[in-house]
């Protein structure tokens, strides 16, 4: 009953079925993610906080549900009530957990104990998920190293020299090493999608308004979204199953009717028309990132799938103004700690917040209008395309020392800041790996509102290939 297989390799569906069998106890379940993060935690720093009475919780089961997660579960349909019943997961340091320290990666926030859980924490907790503790990020997930300067670096399961990518750095490595098997990131400008790519996961942004925000700290209320990373395509749509709908007191929340992201999982996508990004703004990506994404369409093609390449040069144009918008938000929202207390600010943080605090009025006008063009564009763009395809980094992880933090914000979050401008969903699978063994992720990309094509055209590729199913030597030390 007690024997689990090997944890970093298990997925929230295979745990699942083995706990309903009764092959694997949900006690062994939690002490293996538990025995995982005693033993690599120390070399890799996924975690600010490991919350230690887990085993006895996975022992009990469920815990009691407050009023107002009992109304959550009522509103979920009745056949993923408890569906992650006892699934080991890891919560990015920016979700507000009821008892449990929520940093958001900022020594102001260093001792903040919420009273209550975010939204999606609450959905989590009424399906049954076991929260193993909070992630690092990077500072206020204004970066995409996840170097930080309060809580230590966190480091890449591939080579532990070399970055996780950000900022939900510590939720892609808990999830790539078997600390959980599940986990949940934030997401303004590739912050899910670039540790994804970098740490050879699946992570996936939903279109903006899907999943509510409240009770997770803002970088940019235009911008921000909430998505999960996972070892499978099938988990992914799994979790955003449970975490999307409609949030009545989050000003950004839609209410549109949630998509059924399971049960046309494995539809075909014979005859489904792919664009396949090209151009000067594509081709700067390293030769190997290339060569993977020329491979990929290759596999499409053999599913039946209609491959065009498309210039997408004007790409740059929404990645700049994703940046602004970005900076000039946090600025704002963190204008009084940035005023009265700007040395309590990582160095790269402070310079990135005071450009934005000095972005003119007119330069974040015209940011803004460069979004309602932007999305206006691709609108039409769907019009004659099922989903886009490009790297989701331009470079597989590069090293932790010798780079400028800034500077890899800005290359890192070229093929996914522009995704956050729109609202688009966006999905980042693993998708080959350099010569050096580092991962290299895939973007798959669609209308707004059609994560259940993203994710169809996702578990399409991920049958077809093996590329999630490597390990990295940390785990076979």
Known sequence: MDS??????LSIHEALQQMHGGTLSPQALTEACSRQIE???????????????VIARSEE????????????????ETRFAMTLNHIPFAVKDLFETKGIKTTAGSLFFKDYIPNEDAVVIQKLKAAGA????????????????????????????????????????????????????????????????IPASLCGVVGLKPTYGRVSLRGVFPLSWNLDHVGPITRTVKDAALV???IAGYDAEDPVSINILSGD???????????KKFALAVGSYIEEADDEVIAAMNETTKVFALLGAKIEKVEMDFLLEAAIANSLIT?????AYHRERLAEHPDQFGADVRARLESGRSSPSTEYSLARRTQAEMSHRFVQFFEQYDFLLLPTTPIPAPLIVGNDAVEQAQRLTRFTAPFNLTGLPAISIPCGFSKEGLPIGLQIIAKAWNEAGVIRAAQAYEHQTNWGMRRPLILQS
């Open 327 to 331: 900076q000039a938000d946090g600025a």
């Open 240 to 242: 955003l199953q449970i």
């Open 130 to 193: 076991v929260i193993m503790g909070k992630t690092n990020t990077h500072e206020i997930a204004l970066g995409v190293t996840t170097n930080n300067p309060h809580f230590g670096t966190t480091r890449n399961p591939w080579d532990t020299k070399r970055i996780p990518g950000g900022s939900s750095g510590g939720s892609a490595v808990a999830v790539a090493t078997g600390m959980s098997l599940g986990a949940l990131g934030t997401d303004t400008g590739g912050s899910i999608r």
């Open 61 to 76: 089961g469920p815990t009691k549900q407050s009023s107002h997660q009992q109304e959550i579960a009522t509103l979920q």
């Open 4 to 9: 689990v297989p090997e944890i970093d390799l």
């Open 39 to 53: 033993r690599l935690n120390p070399k890799l720093n996924a975690f600010i906080t490991v919350c230690n009475d």
């Open 261 to 271: 992201y399971l049960n046309h999982l494995e539809d075909e996508i014979k005859g």
